[in-house]
């Protein structure tokens, strides 16, 4: 029997997850939440399993995936927090400058870049550490193995964790399950053809029909979530290279979808950078 276990931690702004991976006494968490007051909830959840927290593992960065981290490191002072490596760690501190700069990060103060303006600010140069291997061994037992190889996809650098003794592949946002998809601002089309190629290269990889698909938005999946995600990507491309207008590739997308989380922001924030509102403006330009 496997001494590891997988717990999702089901966020509620965004829609997005984290996974605390046990074993007997200790946890590693997979990306920490998207504000402080639903990770300090992901805190008491670690604090009653009577695990001890190792690491705060965070899969690329994009801050739904690591607002909390500094909450729970708070809670959990001899907590790593780890990136797969130095690009990821850069783009944790080149998205919070930019937030910062465009005013997103006033509800989240804790998190804006430290400096003379922000003293109390996150130091993420010092508090991010590399982990600049392909495994991340859990004390008490267990080996989690880390990949972050893929092109630009749905963010410029993306991380993912295999779970041998489990079968099971912590995909973070190369997968949605019952969740619109971000293909907003960064991402580019030729990103989305990365991201359909990269959905067929874990398909392969991962070919056992006993993998469990931990998606990055949404409940966990089986291996099928992987052409799923295809068919989505490949509709969302349709959708807004053939419809005349972003309302009209809304409608188109929310029909093919139907009860699909995140209309009103990762759909509506997808198509407006995709869509033929968006063509018009720039040939105007």
């Not at 997103?104 to 291997?133: C, H």
Request: hydrophobic share 40%; charged share 25%.
């Amino acid at each position: 029997m496997s001494q590891i276990s997988i717990v999702r931690f089901a966020g509620r702004e965004a829609n997005v997850n984290a996974f605390i991976i046990n074993n007997a006494t200790h946890a590693v968490v997979v990306d920490s939440l998207r504000n402080r007051e639903e990770a300090a909830e992901l805190a008491q959840a670690i604090r009653h399993s009577g695990r001890r927290l190792q690491a705060i593992f965070v899969t690329h960065g994009h801050p739904d995936h690591y607002i909390g981290s500094r909450t729970l490191k708070e809670a959990f002072p001899s907590a790593r927090i780890l990136v797969a490596n130095d690009a990821i760690k850069a783009d944790t501190l080149g998205f919070s400058k930019w937030m910062d700069s465009v005013g997103w990060l006033e509800k989240e103060p804790q998190m804006k870049p430290r400096s003379d303006d922000a003293p109390e600010g996150f130091d993420y140069e010092t508090e991010i550490e590399v982990l600049g291997d392909d495994r991340l061994v859990l004390e008490g037992g267990g080996v989690l193995e880390v990949r972050a190889d893929y092109p630009a996809t749905e963010s410029g650098h993306m991380s993912t964790i295999f779970v041998p003794e489990e079968k099971a592949l912590l995909t973070s946002d190369l997968a949605y399950h019952g969740v619109h998809a971000w293909a907003g601002q960064g991402v580019l089309r030729e990103h989305i053809a990365n991201w359909v190629a990269v959905l067929g290269d874990l398909k392969a990889k991962h070919s056992s029909p006993d993998l469990r698909v931990y998606p990055g938005h949404g409940a966990p999946a089986d291996p099928t979530l992987f052409d799923r995600m295809r068919v989505y990507l490949d509709d969302f491309v349709s959708a807004v290279t053939s419809e005349p207008t972003n309302v009209a590739a809304f409608e188109r997308m929310r029909k093919l979808y139907p009860g699909f989380e995140q209309e009103d922001f990762l759909l509506a924030q997808s198509i407006a950078f995709h869509g033929a509102d968006g063509r018009a403006q720039k040939n105007r330009l």
